[in-house]
């Protein structure tokens, strides 16, 4: 391994909620933090990958009730159903699945409120606020219009009027200021720090509520010290990036891994990177690795949500086109850090035109010449992975280093038309042995690059090149 690449590294998608069925969208956040996984295991490194869900909170709460169940039989049947996609989005076999109902996360929320409290940082008073149900968070006039979240446009804002604890988050301003400006990737992309350090500066810091009283709201973690009281869902939710890991109990696994880099959408840099890095100055741990925010996956320009009605299955798209065409689509064609427009239309296309048509025929092409001509599989040289592929993904840009694999993709494809090996091999039979022995070589190397991207395809074509044959049927059946 080189020395570059850490030796550890603990890699997390935020939690979802589970108030909904999973759709494409936490699809595109997941599968983004397993191929960066997946990237640092290739290059040596040990790997702690968490996922799970957030299970607490005033829209779960209404939800069960909605629905006429426990609270807990609830969570319980969506927290199957975002665990069932491991297999169905191909995420890595050893990854941490951690739901805020676990016992030890509850003790852990606990005690990390007590710490803040301990700190100083907390502290009772009357508010009232415009409230997303959605968001799970107090709205200003700037993020509503014509009286509803920007997010949710469909759901109707709540008026929270009641005594509630709060965390002095406006005590850490001057500290995360000065954190954004020793670390200059602290958020990726820059301009979404750089969209906080401003906001910051112009308008300040405020303090933010972090409970609910228990009478409106019982779906909660308790507050220590006072049972009337319940953790707001955002406070107590964040604490599962280091309950993951063993804290407070284990501090040799929690000292292992920490600290993070967590994946999270554009709507939550403001948690992520204020609200969350203040907790932990608060509690007494050291700030997060990085923060990767992704855009939104929309369709007819508005973001993917059930409660737009807009939403795409991932377990209907991999059940016609499989695990490795769903992979496919959101490293390429959806942009690691802006909003993308998702169309079934699309995907059927680039599917026949990159996957059937490209990297499938390419390697069924280059395999058949093989088993034809060679009596086995050609000696394959270390390290032929290009260093533009791997900086692309030490700085998250899968998009980009899912093109540099087409790229040699298509340069394959066009020495094959340049040196017509099925026809060079008739003539002069061990020149035409070595140049399907380069293509060979050649295909290997994109198979490498695959590695993290589409796990399945790579498999595939590493035991085709080994076995020098060619495929039984094709890597990705042409749709009609």
């Not at 320009?301 to 795409?312: A, C, F, P, R, T």
């Not at 000696?379 to 592929?389: A, G, Q, S």
Request: hydrophobic content about 40%.
């Amino acid at each position: 391994m080189s020395s570059l690449y850490p030796k550890k590294i603990y890699i997390t998608t935020t939690l979802p909620y589970v108030n909904a069925d999973p759709h494409v969208g936490f699809a595109l956040e997941i599968v983004q933090a397993d191929i960066v996984a997946r990237f640092y295991k290739l290059m040596g490194s040990e790997v702690f990958f968490n996922t799970g869900t957030d299970e607490h909170g005033l829209k779960i709460w209404e939800k069960a009730k909605e629905e006429g169940k426990d609270p807990k039989a609830y969570v319980d049947e969506y927290a199957e159903k975002f665990r069932r996609l491991k297999k169905p989005l191909g995420l890595l076999e050893d990854i941490h699945f951690i739901r805020t109902t676990d016992e030890h996360h509850v003790k852990a929320a606990q005690e990390f409120w007590v710490r803040c409290r301990e700190a100083g940082d907390i502290y009772m008073k009357n508010y009232k606020i415009k409230y997303c149900v959605g968001c799970e968070l107090e709205k200003t006039e700037s993020e509503l219009s014509n009286g509803r979240c920007l997010i949710h446009p469909n759901l109707i804002i709540k008026i929270i009027d009641e005594e509630n604890y709060f965390f002095k988050l406006s005590k850490y301003q001057d500290k995360l200021l000065a954190l954004y400006d020793a670390r200059k990737d602290f958020v990726v992309p820059d301009f979404r720090l750089n969209e906080i350090r401003s906001l910051i500066r112009e308008k300040g810091l405020e303090d933010f509520s972090i409970s609910r009283l228990k009478a409106k709201m019982p779906w909660g973690v308790p507050v220590p010290g006072d049972e009337s009281q319940v953790e707001y869902v955002w406070f107590e939710a964040f604490v599962n990036y280091v309950s993951a890991i063993g804290w407070p109990d284990d501090f040799k696994k929690f000292n292992t891994w920490w600290p993070v880099i967590q994946f999270a959408g554009k709507d939550q840099v403001r948690q992520q990177a204020v609200m969350w890095q203040a907790m932990l100055m608060s509690a007494g741990l050291p700030p997060s690795k990085q923060i990767v925010i992704h855009g939104f996956i929309t369709s007819g320009g508005q973001k993917m949500s059930k409660s737009l009605g807009n939403v795409i299955s991932p377990f209907e798209i991999v059940e016609e086109y499989g695990t490795d065409a769903l992979r496919y689509y959101l490293a390429r064609h959806i942009h690691p850090f802006e909003d993308s427009d998702f169309t079934m239309e699309k995907f059927k296309e680039v599917y026949n035109a990159n996957l059937a048509n490209g990297i499938g025929n390419l390697a069924s092409r280059i395999m058949k010449l093989a088993e034809t001509h060679l009596d086995a599989c050609p000696k394959i040289p270390e390290n032929t992975i290009p260093k533009t592929w791997k900086d692309a993904l030490e700085s998250y840009d899968i998009k980009k280093a899912a093109d540099i694999v087409w790229e040699e993709i298509g340069k394959i494809d066009s020495s094959i038309q340049n040196s017509r090996p099925f026809e060079v091999v008739k003539k002069d039979k061990e020149k035409g042995k070595e140049i399907i022995s380069d293509l060979v070589v050649k295909l290997y190397k994109v198979a490498q690059m695959l590695t993290p991207i589409l796990p399945e395809t790579m498999e595939k074509i590493k035991s085709m090149v080994r076995e020098n044959k060619m495929p039984e049927k094709p890597l990705f059946p042409r749709k009609e």
